[in-house]
């Protein structure tokens, strides 16, 4: 589904962000990307939906190129993925349920689709008696628990999960990452980047661990050990 063929990426002429990225991740699969602040995760997951481009090699979705993509096509081609970040990017203005159709009203959706898509969203997230919440009045876990309905709004083909559970207290990542473990089972590609040993160690799936912008190791099914 998603292959680095020898990719580098520079923001400056002389150090590498990351340097001969050679990776495959296949359909349904969950991969935790790991390594310790800096080593190169969040651009690696950047370079997959087309918020960057590689400055060498080539980066494949489903076999094709994502550099051939012209730009007018782009939010197009990003319906494909959901994307959950550290700070849950939520309207503050807004409802949980305004939060989830916003995204839906801009793709065009009806009226009668929202109203059906996403209490069944929230149904998934186990936050059906919050749709009418503000933000502010949620907690850490359950802003987080709305980010992940909103990623999913559209079905995507994969979930990128960058640094999800870097802002919450160990129960709620744990609710978190059961979550992303069930968004799995569903038959949803997972990415996971993290630098925390416990959480990772507690979905033990195939782990790929990132040093200084390489990929140093790649079990299949394994702990974070660095």
Partial sequence: MIKFENVSKFFSEDIPVLENINLFIGENEFVSIVGASGAGKSTLLK???AEEQPT???VYFNE???STIKKKHLPYFRRNFGTVFQDFKLLDYKTVFENI???LEVAGETAESINEKVPEILDIVGLTDKLAKYPR????GEQQ????ARALIHNPLVIIADEPTGNLDPKSSLDIVKLLLKINELGTTVILASHDKEIINEVNRRVVTMDKGRIVGDQKKGKYVI
């Fill in 101 to 103: 159709s916003y995204a």
């Fill in 64 to 66: 094709r190129d994502i």
């Fill in 145 to 148: 628990k709305v980010s992940l």
């Fill in 137 to 140: 009045q949620l907690s850490g």
């Fill in 56 to 58: 060498f090699g080539k």
């Fill in 47 to 49: 370079l997959i939906y």
